[in-house]
């Protein structure tokens, strides 16, 4: 059984699109995330849902939006996409704000 | 959150023990030290933390040092599945306020067969 799972694995879309990411875990989790991995590896923290509220938001464009319907989803829409949006975004989950983060396989986003 | 220092990358021979070093000397006293690693191509997985006392699961050992100024992570029987980049990562565990997780640039092993 997938733990944290993301949909769509790959997403390849033009410049100006709006596309969306979906997160789901089945842990019984509080808290989700998104995170960031751009092509230096770098893994940055974007945003982070406790109970649906959000409690963390980094330094994001507005085009990027997260929403969470339930403690179990939390989809990530990004507006007029760039091509420095292109990237490996991540989600997780964690029992509570503070414990230790559970991985999904994460999407690689292409924007040509 | 604590800054931590790791080497770049290190080499372990397969089958052997892999002794990965942290350096975080500006830990306060209610940060824990955790490690995660990132296999190719994969979500970075959790693989074990600790306050101050020596911690083991079916992963690996976390030993920190009695000042708590540096840790090491110990995969004791290196496969070449462990092939990965090792983040260590201090962090507080506040009931109130959130701690973010940042990760560094992390130590990229190289299990050789």
């Known amino acids: 059984d997938t733990a944290v799972s993301q949909t769509p694995k790959y997403l390849v879309t033009q410049m100006g699109n709006d596309k969306s990411i979906k997160c789901e875990q089945n842990l019984g989790h509080d808290t989700m995330y998104w995170y960031k991995q751009d092509s230096k590896k770098f893994l940055k923290i974007m945003f982070s849902y406790n109970n649906k509220e959000l409690i963390i938001n980094e330094t994001v464009p507005n085009r990027f939006s997260p929403k969470s319907p339930d403690k179990a989803h939390l989809n990530l829409h990004i507006n007029s996409l760039e091509l420095g949006d292109s990237a490996v975004y991540f989600c997780?989950?964690?029992?509570?704000?503070?414990?230790?983060?559970?991985f999904g396989p994460g999407t690689r986003l292409t924007v040509t | 959150d604590a800054k931590t220092t790791q080497p770049t990358s290190m080499d372990c021979a397969e089958g052997r023990a892999a002794n990965l070093p942290c350096n975080h000397s500006?830990?306060?006293?209610?940060?824990?030290v955790y490690w995660y690693r990132q296999i190719h191509s994969q979500g970075p997985q959790y693989i074990i933390h600790g306050l101050k006392n020596n911690e083991t699961n079916e992963m690996a050992s976390l030993i920190i040092t009695e000042d708590r100024k540096s840790s090491t992570l110990i995969l004791p029987h290196a496969t070449l599945r462990d092939t990965a980049v090792y983040y260590c990562?201090?962090?507080?565990?506040?009931?109130?306020?959130?701690?973010?997780?940042?990760f560094g640039t992390g130590t990229k092993l190289q299990v050789i067969p």
């Open positions: 997780a989950s964690s029992r509570d704000r503070n414990y230790e983060q559970y």
């Open positions: 500006t830990i306060s006293g209610n940060e824990y």
């Open positions: 990562i201090v962090r507080a565990l506040n009931s109130g306020g959130y701690q973010k997780v940042t």
